[in-house]
Structure formats: C-alpha cells, structure tokens
C-alpha cells in the first residue's frame, strides 16, 4: 500500500510568487492533516479535512495560504503571495480514525521563497 | 497555550549506550502522547504511543512512560545502534479536530 506522498519534494520560488503543494494521503483515509516546520522552530499544526471539509483552520498563518481538498482525495495547499518567512518545511499527514492517533505522515516538501 | 518540550540536541552517542531523550507537556486534560521519528531524508513515522497515565509505549527496543504526576512522556532505549541515528520529535493530541503538538525535535548521533 502506498504511503503519503507530496509534491513537489522541493521548491525555490520569489517572493510574490504562488507556489501550490500537494498531498496524496493513503488510500481511504478521511482525516488530512497539514503541518509546518520553520527552521528551528516546532511543527506547526496548520489545518485539519476530514473528507472535502476542513474541520480546523486556527494553525494557518494568514489568507494568503489556500487549503483545499475536493472531492476529498488529494489536497493542495496554495500559498500567494508568497513571503520570505513562508520558507521551511509542509508536512502532510493521514489516518483513518478521527483525531490524533495513528497520523501517516509524507516525507514533506521543502519551500525557499527568496 | 498548551506546548510540548524536548531536549533539543543535538545529542551524541557511543554505539551500544544507554540513552534517555527527555519530553514534558502542558496541557488541560489528559492528552494522547506519542514519540515520532524522521530519519534522513524520509517523512515522520510514528515510534511508539500511550494514551493515558501509567501507559508505556514500546516499540524496536524503545519505551516510554506516560507520568501524569511529571507531565512527562521520556524516551529510553537501553542499547542505542547507529541506525538509530535520526530526529525525535515529542508529540501530544488534546482531542477534537485540533491537529498534533510537536516539541522542536532531538537530533541524536550514534557513532561507532
């Protein structure tokens, strides 16, 4: 069975810039989660889908980040305009139960806004 | 706010040493608690869980005890393997839609 998989793994964009991640959680797993980790600092929980809606949105930083998750399969995360402190690391993660147990998580895509 | 915290390393080790990687939490409640790791260049993988006081998670010869009394969740391994070298992350979930509480992460070295 597939794991969480993210893309890109990677990715350097200008400030200003939009940049759009996915996440592909496992197969049938209703609850997705996403995460931020800046440097030197914690994980951050950012928002919560269980399917197509979004439960808990209080960790996204501002409006410029976007979350979506239609048809509750795979979910993007825009972020535009892009700023130098959107840089670090988005996590996505998820489970088949409601909550916190038994997260999956994707190996992450890296973001640099230069 | 509620708020997980680890040692934050990085932490360096001999091969076959006794190991101990510290975690407290604040929170209102009884949370879940969870010890996840990241090894180079893959995503978090769930280590090891308890879900109320008293309860010890184990798994690959790591062990941790929920201790109510301490707000602690302490990570153990009693014989560290340079395998074990990577990133671990403390973690508690209150309950409801809220996602994971992370502490900052230990970086832990296993040298030969």
């Known amino acids: 069975e597939a794991g969480v998989t993210q893309f890109p793994s990677h990715s350097v964009i200008e400030k200003g810039q939009t940049v759009t991640l996915r996440c592909d959680p496992i197969?049938?797993?209703?609850?997705l989660y996403w995460y931020r980790r800046v440097m030197g600092k914690e994980i951050k929980f950012l928002l919560h889908?269980?399917?197509?809606?979004?439960?808990?949105e209080s960790g996204m930083p501002n409006n410029r980040f976007l979350a979506e998750r239609t048809g509750g399969t795979y979910s993007t995360l825009k972020v535009q305009p892009a700023e130098l402190e959107d840089s670090g690391v988005y996590f996505c993660?998820?489970?088949?139960f409601g909550g916190g147990l038994e997260q999956y998580f994707g190996p992450g895509t890296r973001l640099t806004v230069t | 706010g509620d708020s997980v915290t680890q040692m934050e390393g990085p932490v360096t080790l001999s091969e076959e040493a006794f190991l101990t990687i510290n975690c407290t939490y604040t929170?209102?409640?009884?949370?879940?608690l969870f010890w996840y790791v990241q090894y180079p260049g893959e995503g978090l993988q769930l280590l090891l869980k308890?879900?109320?006081?008293?309860d010890k998670g184990s798994n690959k010869g790591f062990e941790a005890t929920y201790r109510k009394e301490t707000t602690s969740f302490h990570l153990e391994k009693g014989s560290v393997q340079v395998s074990d070298s990577a990133v671990y992350f403390c973690?508690?979930?209150?309950?409801?839609?809220?996602?994971?509480?992370f502490g900052k992460g230990t970086h832990l070295i296993i040298q030969p």
């Open positions: 973690a508690k979930w209150g309950g409801g839609a809220d996602g994971l509480t």
């Open positions: 929170a209102t409640g009884y949370p879940s």
């Open positions: 889908f269980v399917k197509e809606s979004k439960q808990d």
């Open positions: 993660a998820s489970s088949s």
């Open positions: 308890a879900t109320k006081a008293d």
């Open positions: 197969s049938g797993h209703d609850n």
